[in-house]
């Protein structure tokens, strides 16, 4: 069974940063991909970032592009996200995921992932 929790977040005012953690279990960070999501007040969850298990390439929304870094350090098994010059609209409810094992390809849609963390939330004021 995997299992992931998601830690550090919190409030910032805009222009912080935050990291937020995501420590699996059940699973090995080096043969899986993982992925950020979130979901602000009254929208629905949409994709944040992503890195694949092979390459480690990573890919994010064009929102969060250049302020945003996912990284994953295979030997703790949890990933991260750094963000950077955070943005009021940055506000929500931020999940980690992962898909199948050795699942490949560029994972943005919610339908690719098969485990969710239950989220930890980020309020960027301004």
């Known amino acids: 069974q995997v299992q992931l929790v998601e830690s550090g977040g919190g409030l910032v005012q805009a222009g912080g940063s935050l990291r937020l953690s995501c420590a699996a279990s059940?699973?090995?960070?080096?043969?899986?991909?993982m992925g950020w999501f979130r979901q602000a007040p009254g929208k629905e969850r949409s994709f944040v970032a992503t890195?694949?298990?092979?390459?480690?390439?990573?890919y994010y929304a064009d929102s969060v592009k250049g302020r945003f870094t996912i990284s994953r350090d295979n030997a703790k098994n949890t990933g991260y996200l750094q963000m950077n010059s955070l943005k009021p609209e940055d506000t929500g409810v931020y999940y980690c995921?992962?898909?199948?094992?050795?699942?490949?390809?560029?994972?943005?849609?919610?339908?690719?992932?098969?485990?969710w963390g239950h989220g930890t939330q980020v309020t960027v004021s301004s």
């Open positions: 890195i694949t298990w092979r390459t480690g390439s990573t």
């Open positions: 995921a992962a898909p199948p094992r050795l699942r490949v390809g560029v994972l943005q849609s919610i339908a690719d992932y098969d485990y």
């Open positions: 059940g699973r090995t960070f080096s043969s899986s991909a």
